[in-house]
Nanobody
Framework: HVQLVESGGGSVQAGGSLRLSCAVS????????VGWFRQAPGKEREAIAI????????RYADSVKGRFTISQDNAKNTVYLQIDDLKPEDTAMYYC????????????????????WGQGTQVTVS
């Protein structure tokens, strides 16, 4: 079955950087869509970015453009999320998700667009 394993979270000071990793297994990685989301306590899950693995096309949620970069290493079936200039409001559980199709290109990125989810990695910024 499909498994997604996130890593790379931790506690960092404001202004720092982190690179989160999402290792994807048992998934048609070469032709799907992988996304990153986050959820802070008491808030709804928020989309950050997605990547279409076949051509590396990316999309970012309007609310997070500028400090987040999604990328992939096809040889490792791994998708990364680089976060720069971290702020306390970035504190959240970060999740990766995968789907064979992903969001409609003209629509907002929604959690419901994704079938498979990882367990999350915590990012805490102080």
């Amino acid at each position: 079955h499909v498994q997604l394993v996130e890593s790379g979270g931790g506690s960092v000071q404001a202004g720092g950087s982190l690179r989160l990793s999402c290792a994807v297994s048992e998934f048609t990685y070469s032709s799907g869509c992988v996304g990153w989301f986050r959820q802070a306590p008491g808030k709804e899950r928020e989309a950050i970015a997605i990547i279409y693995t076949s051509g590396a096309t990316t999309r970012y949620a309007d609310s997070v453009k500028g400090r987040f970069t999604i990328s992939q290493d096809n040889a490792k079936n791994t998708v990364y999320l680089q976060i720069d200039d971290l702020k306390p409001e970035d504190t959240a559980m970060y999740y990766c998700a995968a789907d064979s199709v992903g969001p409609i290109p003209t629509e907002n990125i929604e959690a419901s667009d994704f079938t498979y989810w990882g367990q999350g990695t915590q990012v805490t910024v102080s």
